[in-house]
């Protein structure tokens, strides 16, 4: 991607949609022979011309994202709001696409509740890990495989199964309340493909997870 996109994306967007403006625009890629001082040139362009109300990246760095920030506040223009990386239970082993960047560790959560960020969390189930699609030795999906298997995240999951069988819901229902849970602005994306898929994520909206419980789950051991 590239600032100088931005105008003539947003044209065709505009276009198809029929709207005269956004109200979220978030650049699906940073480019990072770009200096930051572009990309926040070109959004606040489309801010100033109305077509944009708030905007962020997605696969953004956080000291890119902070790097941007700090020229916006320098220069008396509005900041990046949204982080749009992957974020769930399940913490990425492998990008599932070259550039792919995640928020699941503790000290890019520990980020994200100290500064209030929002974010929108794509992949928020970790692909269908928490299924019995995913278990050690089942390679039959090489993606899941790839970029989810390893002995922390499979530890995630028993722990999601046990909680999900003691509040009477299915493992991804509780790995999408996760992310829905955090101590900061959190959106989980997700993406089912069947009207099952739909049922199973759904209950997550009516499930509250305690601190300690957040903390629980995300254990490394």
Same mark, same amino acid.
């Given at each position: 991607d590239h600032p100088k996109n931005i105008e003539w994306q947003m044209d065709e967007i505009l276009g198809h949609f029929?709207?005269?403006?956004?109200?979220?625009?978030?650049?699906?890629?940073?480019?990072?022979d770009v200096?930051?001082?572009?990309?926040?040139?070109?959004?606040?362009?489309?801010?100033?011309?109305?077509?944009?109300?708030?905007?962020? !990246?997605?696969?953004?760095?956080?000291?890119r994202?902070?790097?941007?920030?700090?020229? %916006?506040?320098?220069?008396? /223009?509005?900041?990046m709001t949204i982080l749009n990386n992957n974020l769930a239970l399940a913490e990425m082993v492998n990008p599932v696409w070259g550039g792919c960047l995640h928020v699941s560790d503790q000290k890019s959560r520990q980020w994200l509740e100290d500064t209030q960020t929002v974010h929108m969390a794509w992949s928020s189930t970790a692909r269908a890990f928490f299924t019995d699609r995913?278990?050690? !030795?089942?390679?039959?999906?090489?993606?899941?495989?790839?970029?989810?298997?390893?002995? %922390?995240?499979?530890?995630? /999951?028993a722990r999601a199964e046990e909680l999900a069988t003691k509040k009477g819901c299915k493992p991804i229902s509780i790995a999408a309340a996760w992310v829905l849970c955090q101590p900061f602005p959190s959106f989980a994306l997700v993406g089912p493909e069947t009207p099952t898929e739909m049922v199973t994520v759904l209950p997550s909206l009516d499930i509250t997870l305690t601190p300690d419980e957040i903390k629980w789950l995300a254990m490394d051991d």
């Amino acid at each position: 991607d590239h600032p100088k996109n931005i105008e003539w994306q947003m044209d065709e967007i505009l276009g198809h949609f029929g709207t005269d403006y956004a109200d979220i625009y978030i650049a699906h890629r940073d480019n990072e022979d770009v200096p930051v001082s572009e990309w926040i040139d070109a959004f606040n362009a489309e801010v100033d011309r109305g077509r944009v109300k708030v905007f962020g !990246g997605s696969n953004w760095s956080i000291e890119r994202f902070n790097e941007a920030n700090a020229y %916006a506040k320098a220069n008396g /223009k509005q900041g990046m709001t949204i982080l749009n990386n992957n974020l769930a239970l399940a913490e990425m082993v492998n990008p599932v696409w070259g550039g792919c960047l995640h928020v699941s560790d503790q000290k890019s959560r520990q980020w994200l509740e100290d500064t209030q960020t929002v974010h929108m969390a794509w992949s928020s189930t970790a692909r269908a890990f928490f299924t019995d699609r995913s278990a050690p !030795g089942k390679t039959d999906d090489e993606s899941l495989a790839h970029c989810w298997y390893s002995e %922390a995240n499979f530890k995630r /999951k028993a722990r999601a199964e046990e909680l999900a069988t003691k509040k009477g819901c299915k493992p991804i229902s509780i790995a999408a309340a996760w992310v829905l849970c955090q101590p900061f602005p959190s959106f989980a994306l997700v993406g089912p493909e069947t009207p099952t898929e739909m049922v199973t994520v759904l209950p997550s909206l009516d499930i509250t997870l305690t601190p300690d419980e957040i903390k629980w789950l995300a254990m490394d051991d």
